[in-house]
């Protein structure tokens, strides 16, 4: 029973380099979050999808993009690392809207 | 302003006492409230959803309403090392079922 299962858990990148973090679930949900935490900041959000072909922007969404490629993946691109981006990367679903999120065991990303 | 505010602590309280955490939100069409769990270095697990003014218990863990205050509260009886965390507030507006709105957290520290 995986749950919410996030690649990679961590991340070394330079100023400027690209990457995709991977976030994949197995409970047939349908809306799925992107969430950085950083120390003192709490959860914030930076996409969402609400269901299989829809995103939105959450809170925080400048420098990143996501994409839901089908109902179980959900991935956030970054496409220009800066060192601002240095947190803790957080993959959640939920089955409907008002419902409570399932997270990820999180990506820890640092961009010197 | 925030869209919810948490003192982030730590809050210290002996084994056995009673703990009790406290969260405030900004939008008065919120709707749903959660009280996650987060240990160091893990993520975030749900310990209880209110909808509905006033109590809902569970067993050592009451979560407590009150919308013309705007205020939520998560009391821990019997509090234990083991409950030592960080506790987080989640609150959803009743425009976007699919945003989650965090604080950032109170840390949680039981005393042997």
């Known amino acids: 029973n995986a749950g919410v299962t996030q690649t990679p858990k961590f991340q070394v990148l330079k100023t400027g380099q690209s990457m995709t973090l991977q976030c994949a679930q197995d409970?047939?949900?349908?809306?799925m979050y992107w969430y950085r935490q950083d120390p003192g900041m709490g959860l914030r959000l930076i996409y969402y999808s609400a269901s299989e072909g829809t995103t939105d922007k959450g809170e925080v969404p400048n420098g990143y993009n996501v994409s839901r490629l089908n109902k179980r993946e959900f991935s956030l691109r970054l496409e220009s690392a800066a060192p601002s981006q240095t947190s803790v990367y957080f993959c959640a679903s939920t089955r409907d809207g008002n419902t409570e999120a399932f997270f990820g065991q999180g990506t820890r990303l640092t961009v010197v | 302003q925030k869209e919810v505010e948490q003192n982030s602590g730590p809050l210290s309280v002996p084994e056995g006492a009673i703990a009790s955490l406290n969260c405030t939100y900004s939008d008065r069409g919120s709707q749903s409230f959660f009280w996650y769990r987060q240990y160091s270095g893990k993520s975030p697990e749900l310990i209880m959803f209110?909808?509905?003014?006033g109590d809902k218990e569970d067993g050592r863990f009451t979560a407590q309403l009150n919308k013309a205050s705007q205020y939520v509260s998560l009391l821990i009886r019997d509090s234990q090392p083991s409950d030592s965390a960080t506790y987080l507030c989640a609150v959803k507006k009743g425009n976007n079922f699919n945003k989650f709105y965090f604080g950032s957290g109170t840390k949680l520290n039981v005393k042997p």
């Open positions: 409970m047939n949900h349908n809306s």
């Open positions: 209110i909808y509905s003014n």
